[in-house]
């Protein structure tokens, strides 16, 4: 693929201990867990990951330590053939790390210890805004530097690049910074945050998104609703687009928003009509979850190709 399709990933990568817990505990409470695991993750790595397996030519902007963890997620990047040149390393800070604690129904809880992913230096920043001409799409969220982000957005508007923006986790940004991003997304309770008011029902959602159009001053708000799939407002129309729920069952939902975001990037950069490639970011998004972990769980190509095709005789894309 040639370099003006080409996509910067920035966020974080870590590595994730997953807990199996039998329910989120409660304050002052201990649990014993049924089993812990480890393993490749990182809301930024997750989502270059997707991104390379699903096909796109990837670059990675992310700061890890100069350690172990470090050493094992770097590998990891360049074993998957994401693009590193504009991965960076802390000699003082040690690799972000992530505690996830799944439930039996596969829904989570994160605790997330940024590390180096908040450890961008002003040159760091620079030399990476510097090689911006080399994207097309920029692919954003909050769990890294915001100085780097802000820098991202200020620059990638300023060179007319695709900014999608993973609206996660919250954090202390103006909802200003995102204005003219193509799309801004959060998940439904991040939307709760960023709001300040529930989104539990339908018509919550369409008023979160309403509001986050007119706060951000984006052209598009994607509401990702989990397993009620995502709802898209563009400042006229407010649409729903259903979860598909044939590609079995739910396991872990961990790294479900990445994938999607992922998927989402992909049929944005292929050029899919905007309703078909949020069609396919749920379906992709629904191979995730019958997986467990989050790097271990992303689908290739051509398995989200095939399910996509499947899911298009079925009926389920409208």
Not at 152 to 157: A, F, I, K, P, V
Not at 242 to 259: I, K
């Amino acid at each position: 693929m040639s370099a003006r399709h080409q996509v910067l990933v920035a966020g974080s990568a870590n590595i994730d201990i997953m807990l199996q817990v039998p329910r989120t505990p409660h304050q002052g409470e201990s649990l014993v867990v049924a089993g812990q695991r480890t393993g490749l993750g990182g809301k930024g790595s997750n989502r270059a990951i997707a991104l390379g397996r699903l096909g796109l030519d990837v670059q990675f902007c992310c700061k890890l330590g100069q350690d172990s963890s470090g050493d094992l997620v770097f590998s990891a990047l360049q074993a998957e053939g994401i693009g590193t040149r504009l991965v960076k390393r802390d000699e003082h800070v040690g690799t972000g790390t992530a505690y996830i604690m799944v439930e039996p129904t596969g829904k989570n809880t994160i605790l997330s210890y940024l590390g180096a992913n908040n450890a961008f230096t002003k040159a760091d920043i620079n030399e990476i805004v510097d090689q911006l001409s080399s994207f097309s799409f920029l692919s954003l969220e909050l769990e890294c530097s915001l100085a780097l982000i802000e820098q991202l957005l200020y620059h990638g508007r300023k060179q007319g690049k695709v900014i999608i923006v993973d609206a996660g986790p919250v954090r202390e940004i103006e909802l200003g910074e995102f204005r003219d991003v193509d799309i801004f997304s959060p998940n439904e309770t991040e939307a709760a945050q960023w709001t300040g008011f529930a989104v539990d029902t339908e018509e919550a959602a369409g008023e979160a998104c309403r509001y986050l159009y007119e706060a951000t001053g984006s052209k598009r708000v994607l509401l990702k609703r989990g397993e009620h799939g995502a709802m898209l407002y563009d400042g006229q129309d407010l649409r729903n687009f259903p979860a598909y729920r044939e590609a079995g069952q739910v396991v872990d939902t961990t790294a479900a928003g990445d994938c999607f975001m992922g998927a989402l990037t992909l049929g944005m950069a292929r050029k899919m009509p905007l309703d078909q490639a949020i069609y396919y970011a749920n379906v992709a998004a629904a191979i995730a979850v019958t997986r467990s972990g989050a790097a271990t769980s992303l689908p290739t190509g051509a398995e989200a190709d095939a399910m996509f095709a499947k899911a298009q005789q079925g009926g389920y894309v409208k």
